[in-house]
T-cell receptor, first 109, second 112 residues
Framework: GQQVMQIPQYQHVQEGEDFTTYCNSS?????IQWYKQRPGGHPVFLIQ?????EVKKQKRLTFQFGEAKKNSSLHITATQTTDVGTYFC?????????FGAGTILRVKS | DAGITQSPRYKITETGRQVTLMCHQT?????MFWYRQDLGHGLRLIYY???????DKGEVPDGYVVSRSKTENFPLTLESATRSQTSVYFC???????????FGSGTQLSVL
């Protein structure tokens, strides 16, 4: 079946450093969504990307969707302690939704 | 998010017992989902429902049963709980057929 590979599994950064997580699919995605889960919490929707090559920004967060619609990335500029949590991508293949395994972000202050 | 409620929040049970996890939405979204979350596996889909009386298997359905007699409720039953079903379970609803997911607060289930 379809899989979405997400890397890295963990990332520890110093506060103020940048952070990036990547998602890759072997087949073309209809769209990709990103979610954030704070420790002890539930996943919360961040953004959806639909178009090939799409780039969207939310303050310090930049989301990209690859030209072939097979990969995506989330980049956080100048991380803050409020950014800690697990970031998930979710790829959509027709009517199937597949989550990446998530990247756990820890920020050292 | 407000509008989707899971219960109980925590549950401890024994191997072989039947357990039902509840999920209720105050909206009328058609799509509802059950996921389990385990370290290293992310979120894995157990079952989903496109509408009342329509359910379908996800990635890991074995050992689980669902029903959807009413649009607002989507209970998940573990017919005979096993230790491997110790996990955090999330219910989610979808905004339309292509929108974002809203997750409940989750049920932490321990099977001893």
């Amino acid at each position: 079946g379809q899989q979405v590979m997400q890397i890295p599994q963990y990332q520890h950064v110093q506060e103020g450093e940048d952070f990036t997580t990547y998602c890759n699919s072997s087949t073309t995605l209809s769209n990709i969504q990103w979610y954030k889960q704070r420790p002890g919490g539930h996943p919360v929707f961040l953004i959806q990307l639909v178009k090939s090559g799409e780039v969207k920004k939310q303050k310090r967060l930049t989301f990209q969707f690859g030209e072939a619609k097979k990969n995506s990335s989330l980049h956080i500029t100048a991380t803050q302690t409020t950014d800690v949590g697990t970031y998930f991508c979710m790829g959509e293949y027709g009517n199937k939704l597949v989550f990446g395994a998530g990247t756990i972000l820890r920020v050292k202050s | 998010d407000a509008g989707i409620t899971q219960s109980p929040r925590y549950k401890i049970t024994e191997t072989g017992r039947q357990v039902t996890l509840m999920c209720h939405q105050t909206w009328s979204h058609s799509y509802m989902f059950w996921y389990r979350q385990d370290l290293g596996h992310g979120l894995r889909l157990i079952y989903y429902s496109a509408a009342a009386d329509i359910t379908d298997k996800g990635e890991v359905p074995d050992g689980y049963v669902v029903s959807r007699s009413k649009t607002e409720n989507f209970p998940l039953t573990l017919e005979s709980a096993t230790r491997s079903q110790t996990s955090v379970y999330f219910c989610a609803i979808r905004e339309g057929s292509a929108g974002k997911l809203f997750f409940g607060s989750g049920t932490q289930l321990s099977v001893l």
